[in-house]
């Protein structure tokens, strides 16, 4: 089968996003299938160590010629610019949501997207985006590297709370911070490291004056990333506005913290049984929860079961059935 693979933002850009669709790329390509990535993400196109293509900015010519090439399409998340080609080149199209349809700020560009989510196979990474959306859509997991988290998962625990992800306000970053300053008023000291960027961070930084936080820069990867989520005990989110799912817990649960996340959107699906929930902005609750963090009886276990679905290889499968079962109605 040959997929074309169209994902706004690809590597050597650190997301959500990024991660998914790479992973996505390899497993296609390890299961014997040819692969294209095109991309708005820059750099140069290449040929990936993994088997799959990739094309970076491709002009309209070349992005027709590439719909041409492939039997399905498959958007990691919808971008206009990758849409045009398939009003002239008719094949399989799969739309993969990551993001609340509100969180588009251009209201016209957000309708016209609808619009052509409605023309394809929508897929929702989460219940929360799937009650989200005004159209049909068959929810899917979206993949993580488990066994990277969990080769470092039984590193020997040094920190206490760690939070990764943009410093912006919806992430309410400033909630974790405002917890621990209610707990240096209680006397009660927990280390905490704070991983990311974002115009939040001088604010956050000064607002951590004096309190045991350590700010990490910029986002990580790879195995020196999952080596720090498993020196901590908890990966805490707090997030109260667009966290769709939030698939860094899942990378905290597998390396072994328990999570601490809030009750907003695709969190508690995350979280699972494997940690604790606050109502989203409550900062008193947070910090009775840092306070007295959650225990979880057979933790091992029951991380082992929440985290099966999310296997890259189980997750890709459950994709090429869907390209299968399209492909044999045409």
């Known amino acids: 089968m040959k997929i074309l693979l169209c994902s706004y933002r690809f590597a050597p850009d650190i997301g959500g996003v990024e991660t998914v669709g790479a992973i996505l790329a390899e497993q296609f390509a390890g299961l014997g299938h040819k ?85 394809g196979t929508n897929l929702s990474t989460s219940d929360a985006l799937q009650r989200s959306l005004p159209m049909h859509s068959i929810r899917l997991r979206n993949p993580i590297r488990l066994d990277l988290f969990r080769s470092a998962a039984y590193r020997s625990k040094q920190r206490d709370f760690i939070f990764v992800g943009r410093l912006i306000p919806d992430k309410r970053v400033d909630c974790l911070v405002r917890a621990l300053a209610l707990l240096a008023q209680r006397k009660v000291i927990r280390t905490t490291t704070i991983v990311g960027a974002g115009p939040e961070r001088e604010k956050l930084q000064q607002l951590a004056s004096g309190l045991p936080v350590n700010f990490v820069v910029g986002l990580q990867t790879g195995k020196p990333f999952a080596e720090l989520l498993a020196l901590h005990r908890y990966l805490v989110l707090p997030s109260d506005r667009n966290e769709t799912f939030g698939l860094v817990v899942l990378e905290g649960i597998a390396a072994g913290c328990t999570a601490i996340g809030s009750n907003h959107g695709g969190v508690p699906e995350a979280v699972g049984p494997c940690g604790a929930l606050f109502p989203a902005g409550d900062i008193d609750a947070l910090a009775e929860l840092l306070i007295n963090p959650p225990v979880i009886p057979g933790f091992d276990r029951l991380a082992a079961e929440h985290l099966a679905p999310f296997h890259p290889q189980k997750v890709a499968q459950e994709y090429l059935q869907l390209f299968e079962r399209a492909l044999s109605r045409r």
């Open 35 to 119: 692969v294209r990535v095109v991309t708005g993400s820059p750099g140069n196109d290449e040929e990936s160590d993994e088997g799959y293509q990739i094309i970076r900015t491709p002009g309209g010519r070349d992005l027709v010629g590439l719909f041409r090439w492939s039997d399905v399409v498959l958007h990691n998340q919808l971008s206009i610019r990758f849409v045009r080609p398939g009003f002239v080149v008719r094949r399989p199209l799969f739309i993969v949501h990551q993001t609340f349809p509100s969180q588009d700020p251009n209201p016209i560009r957000r309708s016209l997207k609808l619009q052509v989510c409605r023309l």
